[in-house]
């Protein structure tokens, strides 16, 4: 087992790498605040920890947009780099260091990565099918081609099943490719390409996953992926964008997998850091290379904050990748639920976001944002971005509790004791700081990000009951010495609460901490000075925060439908040139010229069925268990819906199922049979009229 927080050896926390294709939302930015709570949360009870990130330059779409711009690869990436260094910090996302996976440093890290592996015999070479464009001439990795997904039926991407099962896809896997570049289908041609033996690591994967801390969707979500037979990991790419696989001569035209040098850049930032700082400020090789006991084998405390989407990447591949070169494994990772804007997802094509930009242009403090999105829902879930539902967690938490305690207490403090009374805090108001204390060390070493954002909340809540119980303005003729007891109990809170709300509120805690008349800076205190006394004199308080009144909250509302309007009719004139009206705005893919006989449209048994029961798949962030009536019987069916439907109001609808389909398993869970859905939001296909079930469609 892992000690607790803090620990003597040095941390590092860090997030999934932002991709260097296009501008950040506020969806994006749930990971970085995140783990920029988590990191100041480590330093105030005195973790010597590191937070560090950086941005993907490489892989198949960088190539593609970068093409279709008519600038190299590196030109256009480096843009999108430099607007995202320039973005956080405005969130009051502060990296230690923030680099990116096209530099000196993890251009060098990523070989040695490689060349161990190679060393080690964990690399093997395999002929393998790769999908071709015969019109471009040209070999189709990764996003380049789109197609059926093998395990589940549904569309996907050439290195992953991004609308259904969440696999990551190794090329030649995808059924029924088709090329992005020309639209036309791919056609499979052999080639030689190098693996990580992803087997060699099969029973050390196990255990890994045993001592494995973090959420529990990262920890029971890959245990199907190692259960089984573990594929091994296609390392190269036919593309001229990447890192060079550091092989021999004829293998120069080879490029690595994205996926290979992205989290390599995880160890690459660290050690940039320890270049920077020194390693007597902060010892990279103490992070990465350290050497664990015989219940944590090469144990670090490294803390990985991701998105639910690459789960996959970061505790089957990541792992075995810094086994595989004898670096340390992971501590925790943790993996967060999706971002919906208003309830529905976002939509970038449909310019259906708040984009980061568009919050900061709205003169709303950063602060609110990282309050907002980080206690909104437990870290798993998905969690909902409105600009309604802003400003009423604003104002009812930040301005009505926590604000309102703040000020109150420091005002009347200031106009009847200048600054603090002169004397001890009361053993209750200590009993509860020290509990607040406690429960902020709980949700560090339970990877709760929430509960840092709701523990100084909650104790501005206690004081404002506190404040309220004592009523001091009543005290100050009547009984002078209690009066002053109270409002000394409520400067000590309001110093409590500035310590404690750092994490998520960095902002707003500083302005806290200087109306209190503190040296230094509150970044800087650790969690004890939460019960040190506060200064006797202090000026007179400001407001820390102001409510969202409804018209301001409605002019954003109406900069959001505008912008979606404009985005919408856009498309719509642009198809309009070139379209009839019938597919104006949509996004259609080709007809398939491959036709089939009547006799094999026969062979399918569709059926009208009936939704009885839906059940959500533990571990699974799309998939549910639907029980269907198709009329001779009632089946199971495993369906990709879970984020696009309101799963409460299912059942008793009406659909259209493929009955006589191969049975599968998706998540230890059986699945006979398919649903019928149209589009990316899953429209269910259903009947005009009454159809019973089991009705045949014909």
């Given at each position: 087992m892992?000690?607790?927080?803090?620990?003597?050896?040095p941390?590092?926390?860090?997030?999934?790498?932002?991709?260097?294709?296009?501008?950040?939302?506020?969806?994006?930015l749930?990971t970085?605040?995140s783990?920029?709570?988590?990191s100041r949360?480590?330093?105030?009870v005195?973790q010597?920890?590191?937070?560090?990130?950086g941005?993907?330059?490489?892989g198949?779409?960088?190539?593609?947009?970068a093409?279709?711009?008519?600038?190299?690869p590196?030109e256009?990436a480096l843009?999108?780099?430099?607007?995202?260094?320039?973005?956080?910090?405005?969130?009051?996302?502060e990296?230690d260091?923030?680099g990116?996976t096209?530099?000196e440093?993890n251009?060098?890290?990523?070989?040695?990565?490689?060349?161990?592996?190679?060393?080690?015999?964990?690399?093997?070479e395999?002929?393998?099918e790769?999908?071709w464009?015969s019109?471009?001439?040209?070999p189709?990795p990764?996003?380049f081609v789109?197609g059926t997904c093998?395990?589940?039926?549904?569309?996907?991407?050439?290195?992953e099943?991004?609308?259904?099962?969440?696999?990551?896809?190794?090329p030649g896997?995808?059924?029924?490719?088709?090329?992005t570049i020309?639209?036309n289908p791919?056609?499979?041609?052999?080639r030689?390409?190098k693996?990580?033996?992803l087997s060699?690591?099969q029973e050390?994967?196990?255990?890994?996953l045993?001592?494995?801390?973090?959420?529990?969707?990262?920890?029971?979500?890959p245990?199907?992926?190692?259960e089984?037979?573990?594929?091994?990991?296609?390392?190269?790419?036919d593309?001229?964008?990447?890192?060079?696989?550091p092989?021999e001569?004829?293998e120069?035209?080879?490029?690595?997998?994205?996926?290979?040098?992205?989290?390599?850049?995880?160890?690459?930032?660290?050690?940039q850091?320890?270049?920077?700082?020194g390693a007597?400020?902060?010892?990279?090789?103490?992070?990465?290379?350290?050497?664990?006991?015989?219940?944590?084998?090469?144990?670090?405390?490294i803390?990985?904050?991701?998105?639910?989407?690459i789960?996959q990447?970061?505790?089957?591949f990541?792992?075995a990748m810094?086994?595989?070169?004898?670096?340390?494994e992971?501590?925790?990772?943790m993996?967060?639920?999706f971002?919906?804007l208003?309830g529905?997802?976002?939509?970038t094509?449909?310019?259906?976001a708040?984009?980061?930009?568009?919050?900061?242009?709205s003169?709303?403090?950063p602060?609110?944002?990282?309050?907002?999105i980080?206690?909104g829902?437990?870290?798993?879930?998905?969690?909902d971005?409105?600009w309604?539902?802003?400003a009423?967690?604003?104002?009812?938490?930040?301005?009505g509790?926590?604000?309102?305690?703040a000020?109150?207490?420091?005002?009347f403090?200031?106009?009847?004791y200048?600054?603090?009374?002169?004397?001890?805090?009361?053993?209750?108001?200590?009993?509860?700081?020290e509990?607040?204390?406690?429960?902020?060390?709980?949700?560090?070493?339970d990877?709760?990000?929430?509960g840092?954002g709701?523990?100084?909340?909650?104790?501005?809540k206690?004081?404002?009951?506190?404040i309220?119980?004592?009523?001091p303005?009543?005290?100050?003729?009547d009984?002078?010495e209690q009066?002053?007891?109270?409002?000394?109990?409520?400067?000590?809170?309001?110093?409590?609460i500035a310590?404690?709300?750092e994490?998520?509120?960095?902002?707003k805690?500083?302005a806290?901490?200087?109306?209190?008349?503190?040296s230094?800076?509150?970044h800087?205190?650790?969690l004890g000075?939460?019960?040190?006394?506060?200064p006797?004199e202090?000026?007179?308080p400001?407001e820390?925060?102001?409510?969202?009144e409804?018209d301001?909250?409605?002019?954003?509302?109406?900069?959001?439908?505008?912008?979606i309007?404009?985005?919408e009719?856009?498309s719509e004139?642009?198809?309009?040139?070139?379209?009839d009206?019938?597919?104006a705005?949509m996004e259609?893919?080709?007809v398939n010229?491959?036709?089939?006989?009547?006799?094999?449209f026969?062979?399918?048994d569709?059926?009208?069925?009936e939704?009885?029961d839906?059940?959500?798949?533990e571990?699974?962030?799309?998939?549910v268990?639907?029980?269907?009536d198709?009329?001779v019987?009632?089946?199971q069916?495993?369906a990709?819906?879970?984020?696009l439907?309101?799963?409460?109001?299912?059942?008793?609808?009406?659909?259209?199922?493929l009955a006589n389909?191969?049975?599968?398993?998706?998540?230890?869970?059986?699945?006979?049979?398919m649903?019928?859905?149209a589009?990316?939001?899953?429209?269910?296909l259903t009947t005009?009229?009454?159809?019973e079930?089991?009705?045949k469609?014909?």
């Open positions: 892992h000690e607790e927080f803090p620990t003597e050896t941390a590092v926390v860090t997030c999934g790498l932002p991709y260097a294709n296009g501008d950040l939302h506020v969806g994006h749930r970085y605040v783990g920029d709570a988590l949360a480590l330093e105030s005195g010597d920890v590191a937070f560090v990130c941005s993907d330059m490489h198949t779409p960088i190539a593609v947009n093409a279709k711009e008519g600038v190299s590196e256009f843009e999108y780099h430099e607007q995202y260094e320039a973005t956080f910090p405005k969130f009051n996302v990296f260091n923030y990116h096209h530099d440093t251009t060098e890290t990523t070989r040695e990565f490689v060349r161990s592996w190679i060393d080690d015999d964990h690399v093997v395999k002929e393998i790769v999908a464009d019109e471009a001439d040209q189709l990764d996003r789109e093998p395990y589940c039926g549904e569309h996907a991407r050439g290195d099943c991004d609308e259904g099962c969440q696999r990551h896809l190794e896997e995808i059924e029924d490719p088709v090329s020309t639209g791919a056609e499979y041609r052999t030689p390409h693996f990580l033996r060699d690591f050390y994967l196990k255990g890994f045993d001592r494995l801390e973090g959420t529990e969707n990262a920890q029971n979500q245990r199907e992926w190692i089984g037979e573990l594929q091994d990991l296609c390392i190269t790419r593309m001229e964008w990447g890192i060079d696989y092989g001569d004829g120069e035209e080879l490029v690595l997998y994205v996926w290979v040098d992205a989290p390599i850049e995880y160890v690459s930032s660290t050690k850091y320890t270049e920077r700082v007597d400020e902060y010892d990279w090789e103490a992070v990465w290379k350290n050497h664990g006991t015989d219940d944590v084998p090469d144990g670090g405390e803390v990985h904050i991701i998105g639910h989407d789960i990447h970061h505790t089957v990541w792992p810094l086994r595989g070169a004898g670096y340390n992971p501590r925790a990772v993996a967060c639920g971002v919906n208003d529905k997802g976002f939509s094509s449909r310019n259906r708040v984009w980061a930009d568009d919050y900061i242009e003169g709303l403090h602060d609110l944002y990282r309050y907002h980080i206690t829902s437990e870290f798993v879930a998905d969690v971005f409105s309604d539902g802003l009423e967690r604003v104002n009812s938490e930040l301005v509790t926590l604000g309102n305690f000020y109150r207490s420091l005002l403090a200031e106009r009847n200048d600054g603090t009374p002169d004397t001890e805090v009361s053993g209750e108001v200590e009993d509860r700081i509990e607040a204390m406690a429960d902020f060390r709980a949700a560090i070493n990877y709760r990000v929430r840092l709701r523990v100084p909340v909650e104790l501005a206690f004081g404002n009951e506190y309220q119980q004592h009523e303005w009543k005290l100050t003729d009984d002078p009066a002053a007891q109270v409002i000394r109990d409520c400067v000590q809170l309001s110093k409590a310590v404690l709300m994490p998520v509120l960095p902002g805690a500083e806290l901490w200087g109306q209190l008349g503190e230094g800076s509150v800087d205190a650790e000075e939460a019960l040190a006394a506060p006797a202090f000026g007179e400001e820390l925060f102001e409510g969202l409804d301001r909250v409605e002019e954003l509302n109406e900069q959001l439908r505008e912008s309007e404009a985005a009719d856009g004139t642009e198809s309009d040139e070139s379209e009206d019938d597919t705005g259609l893919e080709p010229e491959e036709r089939i006989s009547f006799e094999g026969k062979d399918l569709i059926r009208v069925a939704i009885l839906v059940e959500p798949i571990g699974a962030d799309d998939l268990k639907l029980e269907v198709i009329g019987e009632t089946r069916i495993v990709g819906i879970k984020q439907h309101d799963l409460d109001e299912l059942p008793g609808t009406k659909i259209v199922v389909l191969e049975k599968a398993e998706l998540f230890g869970v059986e699945s006979n049979g649903l019928l859905a589009g990316e939001e899953a429209d269910l005009l009229e009454d159809a079930p089991g009705t469609v014909q």
